[in-house]
């Protein structure tokens, strides 16, 4: 028995049918088989998941009728595994998707094992260039659902460096400034040989993440914080005063805004687990003036009507923008849903206008990079809101697509994941 296959089926199966998040549930398998090999399985997990849309049509390619879902990621680890990992020999990759299979559906063992066979000598082949959005889709494992939304507002040549694009493996973090300055954490950095590179402020940079780890010196000294988080907190340009973070869970916003000690935060989220993870973010880095309150945003709260400088709307969204680092971020996601977020989107932005004081600030952003959850979002709440307006954002030294006020980050021209903020002014 190949003991790191099936762990891996069992994860994927966890991942793709009960929408689990795969760092969780790798974490928690391979807690509980200390004895696997850890660096397999989680290189068999990731791969299955970065290229599902392409191992599914490789599957859908060499079969008569698609097979239930728990045979089709038994196939797609073969298409995966066969290519990419010299170290499972074939034979021992039948045999067991073949056991694998057989708990699965005693009959299924025979179709299991002829497909397999049939990935196993041949290769993929992309789609006809000429049906573009099936061919974009498999050669980038982009689903077609978001390269259609795409199109709608870019040219051809546009989305394709969007959804083929590579984004660097280092990992972004910023220096804890209430704990180091920037200058003394880089020179910490050579001392312990760990590679970096800069990215836009001096105090944060791109680095080798599977080493630093390693080094418990610095674990306080740094946080991971993608560079579009951070420049959105730069723009908001709360200097003192008052701050509403209505989606505040994990905290990654709301604890940079509270290295201002001139800030009053409140950081708010409707799930009180989560409201928890700030709470202990907050302990670790002995960060005291934030308030956590567990909160609906699209609930209105008396208490708080025109009573902030600055309202951050940071509202959930299909995570389009993080799907180079997250690789499950595509899976079972449809344009259903996303419209049903951008609704969801609309009524936290509508309902937090009103905590925003005459003069104030309210801003929105997402991770994400489809319009009907950014662009829309904002024009349709200008339209019903004469009482704001859009204010200009500058983010130099970085390639963001800036159409009137509304700013998306667009990974192939920022070479960071996607996002996107609209600051408006409350008149
Ligand atoms: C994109 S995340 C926020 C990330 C956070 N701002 C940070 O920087 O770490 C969205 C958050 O919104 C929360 N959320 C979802 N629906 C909400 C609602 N109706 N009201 C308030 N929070 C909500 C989710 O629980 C999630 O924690």
């Not at 595994?81 to 559906?105: G, H, M, Q, Y």
């Not at 973090?173 to 836009?200: G, Q, T």
């Not at 829309?376 to 390639?399: G, Q, R, S």
């Amino acid at each position: 028995m190949n003991k790191e296959l099936s762990l891996s089926y069992m994860i994927l199966k966890k991942v793709i049918l009960d929408k689990s998040y795969v760092s969780i549930e790798l974490n928690k398998a391979l807690q509980k088989n200390p004895n696997v090999n850890t660096a397999l399985v989680t290189k068999i997990v990731y791969g299955v998941l970065e290229k599902d849309i392409t191992l599914e049509y490789f599957v859908e390619c060499n079969v008569n009728k698609m097979p239930k879902p728990e045979i089709l990621i038994l196939l797609k680890m073969v298409g995966y595994v066969s290519k990419t990992i010299n170290s499972i020999p074939t034979f021992a990759l039948v045999n067991e998707v073949v056991n694998l299979a057989k708990k699965e559906d005693k009959y299924a063992s025979g179709f299991v094992n002829a497909v397999s066979k049939k990935l196993i000598s041949s290769q993929i082949v992309l789609p006809s260039k000429k049906d573009k959005i099936k061919y974009l889709s498999v050669k980038n494992n982009y689903p077609e659902w978001v390269i259609k939304e795409l199109l709608k507002s870019h040219d051809e040549k546009f989305v394709e460096d969007l959804v083929s694009v590579n984004l660097t493996t280092l990992t972004h973090i910023r220096v804890n400034r209430s704990l180091i300055s920037a200058r003394e954490f880089k020179i910490k950095l050579e001392l312990f040989e760990i590679k970096y590179e800069p990215s836009l402020y001096d105090y944060t940079m791109y680095v080798d993440y599977a080493k630093l780890l390693k080094v418990r010196d610095l674990d306080k000294l740094y946080v991971v914080q993608g560079l579009p988080s951070i420049i959105t907190c730069n723009v908001l340009g709360a200097i003192e005063g008052k701050v509403l973070d209505t989606c505040s869970a994990p905290g990654g916003k709301a604890i940079f805004l509270a290295e201002n000690k001139n800030l009053d935060i409140f950081a708010c989220d409707i799930h009180g687990h989560r409201l928890d993870l700030i709470k202990k973010y907050a302990k670790n880095y002995d960060v005291t003036n934030i308030h956590f309150c567990l909160q609906d945003g699209t609930k209105f709260n008396p208490a708080w009507e025109n009573n902030f400088d600055y309202v951050l709307c940071d509202v959930p969204c299909s995570n389009l923008g993080v799907s180079r680092k997250k690789p499950d971020v595509f899976l079972n996601k449809t344009l259903n849903d996303a419209k049903m977020l951008s609704g969801i989107q609309y009524q936290i932005l509508e309902n937090s206008a009103r905590y925003v004081k005459s003069g104030g600030i309210l801003q929105y952003s997402t991770c994400t990079i489809i319009d009907i959850e950014n662009k829309c979002v904002i024009e349709k709440f200008l339209k019903n809101h004469k009482d704001f307006e859009l204010t200009e954002i500058k983010v130099p030294n970085l390639n963001v697509s800036n159409e009137s006020g509304l700013c998306t980050f667009y990974p192939n021209l920022t070479h960071t994941e996607g996002f996107f903020i609209g600051r408006l002014k409350k008149k």
